[in-house]
């Protein structure tokens, strides 16, 4: 994650990229930079914007169908690694970071299934970061969980598998249950519901247990939505056009589920404070044509409301929040099926439907993205995974010309 769906996920998410195709800095001057792109033709605009605030993209090779991607330092160098779950491939990708930037593969790790999401934790608590990763066949009848762990030196081995019924798709790690030790949360959109390990401590053996959701519930969210530190789960339920909240009550456990309508085809979900109120909020993005974005506040009583729909440039299948341009608000950002932009909505004091979108052009059509300072001089750099042509884009961010 990064943002991270990241998120890649089997059966329809899978389907949909095969047919079309799971935390960052600017500076507050520059939004008036922004603000002047704005009144440019198109064509100008996006060529302003990825000249004046990225540098042209490095590209690395990854295994084949890389759908989701996550960032750690696994050698213990101050710079961020990278690892890509290829599910074509059957692999990781492992990318040890450079001190400016740039990249040096290092390993392929055969997984033996496909990946569909991937998350970075120090899982048994060495102080070395581990891997783990949703592998499933294409038939999507074998479905585990497995976990790698670091060695200190960037490289990855196995360490662990975990059979689960249905298939997860979407994966996050967390400590839920405030043992100290990380446990793993899964969307699974087969059997309607999420899957949930809570580690048994110092064994390699986790607690299953089961949260029902609305129907194919594709992407995850996790955060705090009633700021009570106890952390919440969010589904986006594609075939039933609703979203699934679960308050986290500590210990593990969590609330009765709360089912929130939306509009069509809700397919990503994320959580962040948008408008700065301490309490998390929610952003779906619809898979629909054309596609939207709408907002839901979170607040005390752990009641989401519906704030705003933001409309977008055809169907969503990706939103991330994060700072863009250092005003300290978080802003949006979205990936289509049909076009290779990134388009990043800006938070004006957590209002985004007036927000003209800024154009982020790639190299190829995404699905996810990410975003993370790789060579440590305060600019966010843009790290994209590109599936049909097995392909890590990292363009590292710059200041704008003259400032």
Same mark, same amino acid.
């Given at each position: ?77 101050? /710079? !961020?690694? =990278?690892?890509?779950? &290829?599910?074509? %491939? ?8 450079? #001190? $400016?930037? @740039? ?115 594709? /992407? !995850?969210? =996790?955060?705090?939505? &009633?700021?009570? %530190? ?8 594609? #075939? $039933?056009? @609703? ?115 800024? /154009? ?44």
């Amino acid at each position: 994650m990064s943002d991270s769906f990241k998120l890649s996920l089997t059966f329809f998410w899978l389907s949909l990229i095969s047919k079309f195709q799971k935390e960052t800095m600017f500076k507050n001057r520059r939004f008036w930079l922004l603000f002047g792109i704005l009144l440019l033709p198109v064509s100008v605009l996006t060529a302003s914007y990825i000249q004046d605030y990225f540098r042209s993209p490095e590209l690395y090779q990854t295994g084949k169908e890389p759908l989701d991607l996550a960032v750690g330092d696994l050698n213990h160098d101050n /710079s !961020l690694d =990278v690892v890509t779950a &290829n599910r074509k %491939g059957r692999s990781l990708s492992v990318f040890i970071g450079n #001190s $400016d930037g @740039t990249l040096t593969f290092i390993q392929e790790v055969d997984i033996g299934l496909g990946a569909t999401s991937i998350a970075i934790a120090d899982m048994n608590l060495d102080d070395n970061l581990d891997v783990v990763v949703s592998v499933c066949n294409y038939s999507c009848s074998k479905n585990e969980i497995h976990i790698y762990h670091g060695q200190g030196d960037g490289k990855l081995v196995f360490a662990e598998k975990h059979n689960v019924s249905g298939v997860p798709y979407h994966i996050f790690v967390r400590d839920f249950d405030q043992d100290q030790f990380p446990d793993i949360a899964a969307s699974d959109a087969s059997e309607h519901r999420i899957i949930l390990l809570l580690s048994n401590q110092n064994s390699d053996e986790f607690s299953i247990s089961y949260l029902p959701t609305g129907q194919r519930p594709i /992407s !995850l969210a =996790v955060g705090d939505i &009633n700021a009570d %530190g106890f952390l919440d789960l969010c589904t986006a339920n594609q #075939s $039933d056009d @609703t979203v699934t909240l679960y308050l986290g009550l500590g210990e593990g456990s969590f609330s009765a589920p709360q089912t929130i309508g939306t509009e069509d085809l809700p397919y990503a979900v994320t959580i962040a404070d948008i408008n700065g109120d301490t309490f998390e909020d929610l952003m779906v993005a619809h898979s629909s044509d054309p596609g939207q974005v709408i907002t839901y506040l979170g607040n005390e009583l752990g009641v989401l409301e519906r704030y705003e729909v933001i409309p977008a440039i055809g169907r969503l299948i990706f939103v991330y929040a994060e700072d863009f341009n250092l005003d300290g608000k978080r802003d949006i950002a979205v990936t289509h099926k049909s076009t290779q932009d990134i388009h990043v909505y800006l938070n004006e004091n957590g209002s985004f439907a007036q927000s003209e979108p800024l /154009s982020i052009p790639t190299v190829h059509e995404i699905f996810s993205l990410l975003i993370a300072d790789l060579n440590d001089d305060g600019n966010p750099d843009l790290l994209t995974v590109e599936f049909n042509q097995g392909i890590l884009s990292v363009a590292l961010g710059k200041d704008p010309e003259g400032y």
